[in-house]
């Protein structure tokens, strides 16, 4: 055995030219393979993991990804809001553990600004049943108190203690300024890997008290501008006189008990009083995730597409040298290897150049991954874990090698059976 | 040492016989010059005996052993253990070294690696001391891969490979027609050499009937039978 791998190693290097083109096919396509599968498990998870523990979303009357999308997600913002009476309805009733209203709609420089209350802090999961972390300070949200997802902390450049300002409306647009209502930073979570990093929070009281004041029934942007002047000296003290908001753009439920969950959402949905809304995140979660998926779908299938090449331009180099070798085979076997020795040793080489080639593969792709995880999080958002294989990636990495091993079994015993058969008459 | 009867041959069926042998019999340590026409079943013949081929009919016994009624595992081993082979031209595996290539053999068979030891030389003492004997020596020129060496030396180099670990039966199928005149008259003299020394059987194939006085034993293969030219009587079995 040790006879035949010292041969397979030095034929290797011989041959190292060709097989050195295999070898980088063979790499590059493992590395697409096992990086488009880590990206895309990666995507899922923060993606599925970004809600865990609320048992139903309530907004206006809507399709249930929008609804989902605008109150975890703060992609688009819903077109009907939420009356305050009816938070209140059903936040009161006796099955309901906790809630946590929900007001979207403003942003600040690219990040939405979130109003709601301590229930957040105290409620919101994700994950496997996380809980959020403060980093620095503390999650407080009173007044003109604010928390700042780690994202949106470390991108602005804010720490606990600075003060800023909130702009009405989604993105980077800030048409309307609230400049005299200064927020003051008090406190920054941990990252979480989920939207939750690129949001600020404030109290939704303030954030109503805010647009109350400036979208009055006599709304007039220039009026606006002057009062914004005239109340530059006493912009902190609204907090005394501050009412429950009108409307809030969703909620947020856990119930007590999950027996009661299917009800309490039927009784939401038919609610007359205003039309509602009830999603479990959990569903719609996988309904939007099914949406993605043929994409992701895709992306597997041309990766395997493009291994399936890369295997057969390695079979293809295997099999043309194959016939070069006839006489190097006669010459073994004349020297004493048997069909067995020369077997093993197509194999080996072929088999060889597959393992070497998936070796290099993930160590590139862990190289790429180290290089680029901070390009990654920063531009997409996204945590890549640069852990161990997952079960999908060892799935994948198993059939690799099945496939490596049929790919060198063919020549090996095309080989064999020739070196039963080939005299050893040398061609001239 | 060689013993063959009523061995008929063909490659396809169909064909009319190629060899049609009714009896050949070589003796241990005998020298035999093999000629025959291009094409006349030399080689083929060669491919029986080792036991690559086998043939439908008749028998072909090398060292009692019937070759052609062994396993084609029992007749890989048999082949290592037994036989040292040299070809017309590249001989030598172009990935091994000069040295690795002649220790090839005892990488396959313990019987002959064995051999050597039984002598108390070191196997790479053995293949250095059979390169020396052939001209070619210095570690510059044994670490050198094969491919790098004239013909000349790669011929030298396949029969140290053929003779290391004194195989019986050395089997050598035109081995000079790619050599110059005065490296074939060397290269037969060098073989003829180490071959007597070990009491080892040749099996010598050339149409070069120059050569046919180095040998006790002069056969041609004829219309697929042999006839016998020359035989000298060595003492042996
Ligand atoms: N592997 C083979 N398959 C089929 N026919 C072969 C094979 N080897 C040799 N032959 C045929 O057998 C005949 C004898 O060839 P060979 O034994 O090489 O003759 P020589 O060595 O005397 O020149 C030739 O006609 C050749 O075509
Ligand atoms: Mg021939």
Not at chain 1, 6 to 15: E, Q, T
Request: proline share 3%.
């Amino acid at each position: 055995m040790s006879v035949l791998i010292k041969l397979a190693f030095k034929s290797i290097r011989y041959r190292k030219a060709t097989l050195i083109l295999s070898l980088i096919s063979v790499s590059l396509s493992v590395v697409l393979l096992l990086g488009v599968e880590r990206l895309r498990s990666t995507i899922e998870e923060s993606f599925t993991s970004s809600i865990s523990g609320t048992d139903l979303i309530v907004g206006a009357r809507s399709g249930n990804v929008p609804l989902l999308l605008s109150s975890i997600f703060h992609i688009g913002y819903p077109s009907q809001n939420v009356s305050w009476e009816t938070y209140e309805y059903f936040s009161t009733r006796q099955d309901v553990k906790w809630s946590i209203p929900i007001s979207i709609g403003d942003s600040h420089k690219g990040f939405s600004v979130v109003g709601t209350t301590e229930q957040f802090f105290e409620h919101y999961e994700y994950g496997g049943k996380l809980n959020l972390q403060v980093n620095r300070g503390e999650a407080c949200v009173h007044g003109y108190e604010c928390v700042l997802g780690a994202k949106a902390a470390k991108d602005l450049g804010y720490t606990v203690g600075d003060n800023m300002v909130v702009t009405h409306g989604m993105g980077h647009d800030e048409f309307v300024r609230h400049e005299d209502e200064p927020f003051k930073v008090a406190g920054i979570l941990e990252t979480t890997g989920t939207p939750v990093d690129q949001s600020i929070f404030v109290s939704i009281y303030t954030l109503d008290a805010i647009h109350s004041h400036f979208y009055s029934n006599s709304h007039d942007v220039f009026n606006d501008l002057d009062r914004m002047h005239n109340h530059a000296g006493h912009a902190h003290h609204h907090e005394t006189q501050l009412q429950n908001p009108k409307a809030l753009s969703s909620f947020l439920l856990g119930v007590k008990s999950k027996s009661s969950l299917l009800s309490l959402q039927r009784t939401i949905n038919e609610y007359t009083n205003e039309p509602l809304t009830a999603i479990m995140p959990v569903i719609t979660l996988l309904e939007l995730w099914e949406i993605v998926k043929p994409i992701e779908q895709t992306l597997i299938i041309i990766s395997i597409l493009v291994l399936i090449i890369a295997m057969a331009g390695v079979f293809t180099t295997i099999m043309i040298s194959l016939s070069d070798r006839i006489r190097e085979i006669s010459i073994l076997r004349s020297a004493g290897a048997k069909s067995q020795h020369i077997f093993g040793l197509i194999l080996l080489e072929s088999f060889g150049i597959i393992c070497l080639g998936i070796i290099t593969g993930i160590s590139l792709l862990y190289a790429g991954l180290y290089l680029f995880k901070p390009i990654l999080t920063k531009q997409l958002g996204v945590l890549i874990s640069i852990g161990w294989f997952s079960l999908n990636e060892i799935f994948l990495l198993m059939l690799l090698l099945l496939l490596g091993g049929i790919i060198g079994l063919i020549p090996a015993y095309k080989s064999y059976k020739n070196s039963m058969a080939v005299s050893l008459v040398v061609k001239k | 040492m060689v013993e063959i009867k009523d061995l008929s041959y063909k490659w396809k069926d169909g064909d009319k016989e190629l060899l049609n042998i009714d009896y050949l019999h070589i003796t241990r340590g005998e020298r035999v010059f093999l000629k025959g026409s291009s094409g006349s079943g030399k080689s083929t013949l060669l491919n029986l005996l080792s036991g690559m081929i086998v043939p439908k009919n008749g028998t072909i016994k090398v060292l009692d052993q019937t070759i052609n009624a062994l396993k084609p595992s029992h007749r890989d081993v048999f082949r290592a253990n037994h036989m040292g082979y040299i070809f017309q031209t590249f001989n030598l595996v172009p990935y091994l070294s000069v040295l690795d290539n002649v220790m090839l053999p005892i990488q396959f068979s313990n019987e002959r690696l064995q051999r050597i030891k039984n002598t108390g030389i070191e196997p790479e003492e053995e293949a250095k001391r059979l390169l020396q004997v052939v001209g070619l020596e210095g570690s510059d020129l044994l670490n050198k891969s094969a491919t790098e060496l004239s013909v000349g030396q790669q011929q030298r180099v396949a029969a140290c490979r053929a003779l290391l670990g004194s195989p019986e039966l050395i089997i050598a199928d035109e081995p000079t027609s790619s050599l110059d005149e005065d490296a074939q008259e060397a290269f037969i003299n060098l073989l003829l050499k180490e071959c007597t020394r070990k009491q080892t059987t040749l099996l010598f194939v050339s149409h070069d009937i120059r050569f046919t006085k180095y040998f006790t034993k002069v056969i041609e293969l004829k219309n697929g039978s042999i006839k016998e030219l020359l035989t000298t009587n060595i003492g042996g079995q």
